[in-house]
């Protein structure tokens, strides 16, 4: 009787699995679905300026913003924004709420079993930022620390790599909460991208710096695998804004750097198709 109502069970959860990912491919549209319906739902960061954020009139502004709305217009459409936290934006890919992701998406070996990679266009550096009174150089120098990071996040691994057990990394989530929870002394530390600095300043002038670099990471747009119109349109939409100078006046804008140097590989990360 156990053993045949395990097996009843069993195939239940299997069937209702199924089910649940059967219902998430039927909602995945095409390219050209997308332009036949005329709105692209994009994913992107909330709350992680100038990345992605609600500007004062309550639209979604940035970086990564300016690029999707140019990607929304090379294919003829709308764009609609789904603001998204760190650890939900794959979820909301390969389930089929979102068309692509345009947020924030560090490239990395484990993120790539999940999505597809489009080429770079975007760069940024992890760091551990702490108050200016406080010295760390190295790794070894924050052992006992807490150091808050948006969970799931490239600032996540970078430090959790970085500090192995020595210290405690406690994860936040998002951004503006792992940010928060230094200026309100619930971490002695945080993990974060180039800008938590002039964010930080603004939160407490003077009071933060940045300690260690950790890592340079590349962004790219994210789509669901296997599937090669995305991939596609994606990649040669940012070739083309790469080569007008386009790319390089939002990285201007948000960034106030000159367009970064992008590498045409990296090991174990495909950016097309095959």
Partial sequence: MYSNRRQFLGMALATAAFATLGAAAASAATVEEIKAKGTIVVGIQGDNAPWGFVNTSGKQDGFDADIATLFAKELGVKVEFQPLAVANRIPA???????????????????????????????????????????????????????????????????????????????????????????????????????YGQRLDAASAGTYERKIDFLTTYNGAGTRLGEKDWNEAANAFLDKIKGNGELAAITKKWMNIDLPTFPESIPNIPFTVK
Avoid: C, H
């Avoid at 597809?116 to 009174?133: D, F, M, R, V, W």
């Avoid at 620390?145 to 691994?157: A, L, T």
């Fill in 93 to 195: 890919l390969t389930t089929g709420k979102v068309d692509i992701l345009f947020a924030t998406m560090a490239m990395t070996e484990e993120r790539a079993k999940s999505i597809q990679y489009s080429k770079p266009y975007a760069a940024n550096t992890i760091s551990l930022y702490a108050a200016k009174a406080d010295t760390a150089k190295t790794p070894a120098d924050v052992a006992g620390w807490e150091i808050g990071v948006p969970k799931s996040s490239s600032q996540d691994k970078a430090i959790t790599d970085a500090v192995g057990s020595t210290a405690t990394v406690r994860r936040f989530d998002d951004d503006a909460a792992t940010i928060q929870a230094l200026v309100s002394g619930q971490v002695k530390a945080v993990g974060g991208n180039m800008f």
